[in-house]
């Protein structure tokens, strides 16, 4: 990693926090800083995996810095970028100064959800935000759901686990709306990111409109191989040890592009027929099966803080091909490990 000139690899020691945000008169980063002051204790680490994502870096890194939230850190680590990526980062990093660091490390390529793990390892703010290479927040991106974790915190205190996340605007490659509202596109619930056991089996919540207090971020950092996703990984570990809550409005603006990790697909019957079709070609069971991974890996890295209803759910679960056919679907429906929606639980049922 860059600082003051020289490079520190695969570490974040001894970086200062932010405490002002520079006059921008007379410096690199004219017009993209005000005067104002901060305390270090507020510090929000922003979290930005990147992989040959230069055609919509730029728009995305200029939204980060144009957050009406000043207090925060960004943390990049690219995954072997060969399209332009790693300029556009350096060029950013002479901009905006010491508050951006680029970690550069040993361990090649890991793909988003290791890559996004590695850089959680390294944050020590009081509170992380993951970041997406191809979207664009919202001004107040930051501010919102920060105000909604410090409500939560006054609830419960900041020692308990608590992720944060939000809706997001469909958008396509240009920029042009596809849809107000992710959750209603998909016919998803947030509030089912309540109840861990729901997250078993389907993930509801977005890893780039999420925020996480230290507390969820010390006890969930160690993303195993088996997680199907980060966000998912962090979203399981918060709904079983602490609390998800979510704002009820778009923060980010969700970009779709035909080369996403994951991606935002219209629900009605023209997706479920290509989700049936996706089943056929993948095996019946595929999706079960990762989900059953994951659930072992959480079994793994949790099993003394869980009780013993927790274990015997989990081990139902990762077993559950052992079981008849019709124990199977009691076993799902009498634990509440559904899905989102009828159509969703006629396909789920059908499937184990």
């Known amino acids: 990693m860059k600082c003051g000139g020289r490079t520190v690899r695969g570490t974040v020691a001894g970086l200062a926090y932010p405490t002002s945000r520079r006059s921008a008169e007379g410096s690199e980063a004219s017009g993209l800083f005000e005067e104002t002051t901060t305390v270090s204790t507020e510090v929000v680490d922003i979290l930005l995996a990147t992989y040959n994502g230069g055609r919509f870096l730029r728009e995305q890194l200029d939204s980060v810095v144009g957050q009406t939230y000043a207090h925060w850190r960004l943390l990049v680590r690219d995954d072997g970028s060969s399209d332009g990526t790693a300029d556009i980062l350096e060029e950013y990093q002479r901009r905006i100064g010491e508050r951006m660091q680029i970690v550069r490390d040993e361990l090649g390529r890991l793909g988003p959800a290791l890559s996004f793990g590695r850089l959680l390892t390294l944050s020590d703010a009081p ?54 509202s ?27 409109a999420t925020l996480m207090n230290a507390a969820l971020r010390d006890i969930a950092a160690r993303i195993p191989q088996e997680a199907i996703m980060h966000d998912w990984w962090l979203a399981l570990v918060a709904a079983r040890f602490g609390r998800v809550g979510y704002v009820d409005r778009a923060t980010v603006k969700y970009r779709q592009h035909g080369r996403n990790d994951t991606g935002a697909k219209r629900w009605g019957m023209s997706y479920v027929v290509a989700k049936v079709a996706e089943l056929r070609r993948d095996g019946w069971q595929e999706g079960l099966r990762r989900t059953q991974r994951q659930a072992a890996a959480f079994r793994r890295e949790y099993g003394s803080r ?24 009691v076993f799902l429906i009498r634990n509440r490990l559904l899905k989102v929606g009828l159509i969703r639980n006629i396909g789920w049922l059908l499937v184990v």
């Open 182 to 208: 992710f959750w209603n596109y998909q016919y998803l619930r947030p509030e089912v990111a309540e109840d861990w056991r729901r997250l078993v089996v389907q993930n509801v919540v977005t890893g780039c």
């Open 306 to 329: 869980l009780t013993q209803e927790d274990l015997t759910l989990l081990d139902g679960y990762i077993g559950l091909q052992a079981k008849g056919l019709l124990a199977r679907r």
């Open 127 to 180: 509170y992380a935000t993951f970041c997406d290479q191809d979207d664009v927040w919202m001004p107040d991106r930051i501010e919102q759901l920060l105000a909604e974790m410090r409500r939560m915190e006054r609830e419960t205190g900041a020692a308990r686990p608590i992720l944060v996340h939000s809706d997001l605007q469909v958008i396509d490659e240009e920029g042009h709306e596809i849809s107000r």
